[in-house]
């Protein structure tokens, strides 16, 4: 997982991690404390299966479903949250409230490579819904799909050559 280079110091993220923990009765344990570690340091929205490989290098014994009950305990304390990109299996982010990483926020998701990126546009956090048909809504997220840069640019590499193949057969 690439390392976020913009995230606030590391260590204020996890003292804020443990002490959010503490006041919502869950108890800090080294599994949580690495899982939350892998989240807040990733500049990318890891699968569970993505932070179990890296929490792994940590503690060898730590099995995938300690990842995903654990990513349920946090996401119920509001210390991560999950992302859908297009629907495919879960995608998680750290989410603490107070620290750069649990700022609201929405994502760019490109529909080819399904890269997620942090979207950060103060209008969108001004979006309201006046139809709620009895929901009880808790949150509010915008998620943009399209063609990331990297995508377009090799799209655009690959185009020319399908045009000389058909120039050529002519």
């Known amino acids: 997982m690439n390392r976020r280079k913009d995230a606030p110091d590391l260590a204020v993220q996890v ?18 404390l690495a899982i939350f570690e892998a989240l807040a340091g990733s500049r990318e929205h890891p699968s569970a299966e993505d932070i179990h490989r890296a ?4 503690l060898p014994h730590l099995s995938l479903a300690t990842v995903y009950k654990n990513l349920e305990a946090l996401r119920d304390i509001g210390a991560v949250s999950d992302v859908n990109a297009l629907h495919e299996h879960g995608r998680y982010e750290a989410a603490l409230p107070g620290t750069g990483a649990g700022t609201p926020h929405h994502h760019l998701v490109c529909i080819d490579c399904r890269k997620v990126v ?15 048909q009895g929901f009880e809504v808790r949150a509010l997220k ?29």
């Not at 003292?15 to 949580?32: I, P």
């Not at 377009?152 to 120039?167: C, F, Y």
């Open 142 to 170: 915008v998620q943009v799909e399209g063609v990331c840069p990297e995508c377009a640019a090799r799209k655009k590499r690959q185009r020319p050559s399908a045009n000389r193949i058909v120039n050529a057969s002519r």
């Open 118 to 132: 942090d979207l950060h546009d103060s209008r969108l956090d001004d979006l309201h819904v006046s139809d709620v």
């Open 15 to 32: 003292a804020a991690f443990a002490e959010h923990c503490r006041t919502r009765g869950l108890s800090v344990t080294r599994q949580r």
């Open 55 to 58: 929490v792994r290098r940590r």
